[in-house]
């Protein structure tokens, strides 16, 4: 039972806090219980703090009694790759960059944990194994990943995160602003970092981040304006600490919606952050560094460069003309990209990963005891019309939805047990698309 401040007294004198004895007159609520005990809400807000810490600080102590990492235990990177070739079609520059990114940092943590151990212990650990490499301290190494929408950055990051061994979380740096500002604080990154590590400060700050559409934190202008660039430049320039390393004051359960809470201090020196966007139009930027329209002695010069690919080519001084800042860029020093698709590859990724988009509708319609089969004759529409609307993977899904939309309404109620998808069958399906 609660009662307000406008029902003092009403409850034979239960008009005072149990805890802190202050009158219902003084508090925003009041909660009676049995044998006349009442408690205020300002009471239950402080010990509900009270407990949030207490949690927060046995997971911590759950953390440091966890076995430490091993050498012997790590993937290689070829093997991290052959991992994700089994559910990523391609990319093979932007696997390899991010299996050895995601084994250094394990040896990071190794050398880390070796290093600590040692001085401790006055001794190396035994669980050490070579990770002590001379008191040289090993510098992280930040990734960015550019690439046209649907070509599987994303995908990579989260095919990934199935084999760490560490926390990971995927953020998306469209909602970032600078701080006082509408939207989230760029230290809502490593809140939803601690919560993927329960709350373990030790695990979180052994963890990976991945911050997806980063070119959307691209500088609006070079022009100064009278007006700050609070969702751009402002989110740059509050990520570079937070990049390099430095401990940061963070909100558990998010700074806005919980003014109230205790701050927990996380160190940011050892966790791995992954970027990665689309960057749309950066080969405007590519194409004027390169001169690809040079007339003149140097037309040669040009003339062995893949102009239908020119993200290859990127570097850099790109990313800045495009709307980094130099700060920035320097503190995320691996650069790979991720080729577009063409038809070839896009009609592996139909059907030949693990998760395949047809595997995953046949197992749909399986799933109500109907079996389903495509032509080839389909597949080939259907990677003609992802290469026609230009979505990348993304638009085989989208297709693919359209067509098989009327079967999963019909089929369920039918009794129907086998139905095979034909070009006659789809056709009519993609070309609704463009009408509606």
Do not use: W
Request: glycine share 8%; aromatic share 6%; charged share 25%.
């Amino acid at each position: 039972m609660a009662n307000n401040k406008d029902n003092h007294g009403r409850h034979g004198g239960m008009d005072s806090c149990s805890f802190c004895g202050r009158s219902a007159m003084d508090v925003g609520m009041l909660f009676s219980g049995m044998n006349g005990a009442t408690i205020c809400d300002e009471c239950i807000s402080r010990g509900y703090d009270v407990l949030q810490e207490q949690n927060t600080s046995r997971h911590n102590k759950a953390g440091k009694n966890q076995p430490a990492l091993k050498q012997s235990d790590l993937m290689k990177p070829q093997e991290i790759k052959d991992f994700l070739d089994r559910y990523v079609i391609g990319q093979d520059a932007a696997k390899k960059s991010l299996a050895v990114a995601v084994y250094n940092h394990y040896k990071r943590l190794l050398a880390a944990d070796a290093k600590r151990s040692a001085a401790a212990n006055k001794k190396p650990s035994p669980n050490s194994e070579s990770a002590i490499v001379d008191d040289v301290e090993i510098e992280k190494s930040n990734i960015i990943m550019v690439g046209e929408t649907g070509t599987g950055k994303t995908l990579l990051a989260r095919t990934i995160a199935r084999l760490l061994k560490v926390p990971f979380t995927i953020v998306d740096a469209t909602v970032l602003t600078e701080a006082g500002y509408v939207g989230e604080d760029v230290e809502s990154i490593l809140s939803r970092l601690l919560q993927v590590a329960d709350y373990n400060v030790e695990q979180a700050e052994r963890g990976i981040v991945f911050i997806d559409e980063v070119d959307k934190i691209a500088r609006k202008s070079d022009n100064p304006s009278i007006t700050r660039d609070v969702s751009g430049e402002g989110v740059q320039q509050a990520l570079l600490k937070i990049l390099e390393g430095t401990t940061v004051n963070v909100p558990p359960q998010g700074g806005r919606k919980h003014p109230e809470q205790k701050f927990v201090q996380v160190n940011t020196s050892n966790i791995l952050f992954i970027c990665g966007g689309a960057f749309d139009g950066i080969e405007k930027k590519i194409s004027q560094r390169l001169n690809t329209r040079v007339v003149g002695y140097n037309q040669g010069a040009v003339q062995h460069l893949d102009k239908k690919n020119l993200m290859q080519y990127i570097t850099p001084q790109d990313l800045r003309s495009f709307g980094l800042i130099p700060e920035l860029v320097g503190r995320v020093p691996v650069l790979t990209y991720l080729q577009p698709l063409d038809k070839t590859i896009l009609r592996q990724i139909l059907t030949e990963p693990k998760n395949s988009i047809i595997r995953q509708y046949t197992k749909l319609f399986e799933l109500d005891g109907v079996k389903i089969s495509f032509e080839d004759e389909v597949l080939d529409y259907i990677v003609d019309k992802a290469v026609e609307f230009k979505l990348g993977a993304r638009g085989l899904r989208s297709i693919c939805e359209a067509i098989v939309t009327d079967a999963m309404f019909e089929l369920p109620s039918a009794g129907v047990k086998e139905f095979t998808v034909t070009v006659d069958y789809a056709r009519p399906r993609v070309d609704k698309m463009h009408v509606q």
